[in-house]
T-cell receptor
């Protein structure tokens, strides 16, 4: 089983739609979780950390489900500029992160 | 402006040549990392360094070498022993004790 698994997509949604991505992880000892955004041929950029209680940043909401070992990212009111690949990232040891292969989102007019 | 810089953005080399990729940060971060990204794959850790003059191998260190003589700098050398060196190379840094990593713009290396 891969350490971090994501649906590669693409998820094709119209502007204004709500879309959600899930990501599963295999290491039950993981304590830190993140979502990064990566535009085509660019570096990943930290979108948000995922806390046990869940967290929200504007149109973005991240949730953690430790029992089922998955994290989710919800994007409300999608914008064209949200089109990107979203990387699920999980720590698997001291200072060590594992990156998922990403879920591609395409928002159309 | 604080940030991480990588140079060059694109690099072309012939097989059999060693090449060194630059990574500099002025964020005062203690930890620095090198990853490579191949199409359709997640980022894979090559080397990381938590402190000056110390570094550890990541998951795919074979064919690579690094040094950490200054806090701000963590250059990566891709040696001729690396079998498939063509990739997108990303440098990142983080503060001590934090898992939040911040990336430089990357270097695309093509070896023919």
């Amino acid at each position: 089983r891969k350490e971090v698994e994501q649906d590669p997509g693409p998820f094709n949604v119209p502007e204004g739609a709500t879309v959600a991505f899930n990501c599963t992880y295999s290491n039950s000892a993981s304590q830190s979780f993140f979502w990064y955004r990566q535009d085509c041929r660019k570096e990943p950029k930290l979108l948000m950390s995922v806390y046990s209680s869940g967290n929200e940043d504007g149109r973005f909401t991240a949730q953690l489900n430790r029992a089922s070992q998955y994290i989710s990212l919800l994007i409300r009111d999608s914008k064209l500029s949200d089109s990107a690949t979203y990387l699920c990232v999980v720590n698997v040891g001291f200072q060590k992160l594992v990156f998922g292969t990403g879920t591609r989102l395409l928002v159309s007019p | 402006d604080g940030g991480i810089t990588q140079s060059p953005k694109y690099l072309f080399r012939k097989e059999g040549q060693n090449v060194t990729l630059s990574c500099e940060q002025n964020l005062n971060h203690d930890a620095m990392y090198w990853y490579r990204q191949d199409p359709g794959q997640g980022l894979r850790l090559i080397y990381y360094s938590q402190i000056v003059n110390d570094f550890q191998k990541g998951d795919i260190a074979e064919g690579y070498s690094v040094s950490r003589e200054k806090k701000e700098s963590f250059p990566l050398t891709v040696t001729s022993a690396q079998k498939n060196p063509t990739a997108f190379y990303l440098c990142a840094s983080s503060t001590d004790g934090s898992y939040e990593q911040y990336f430089g713009p990357g270097t695309r290396l093509t070896v023919t």
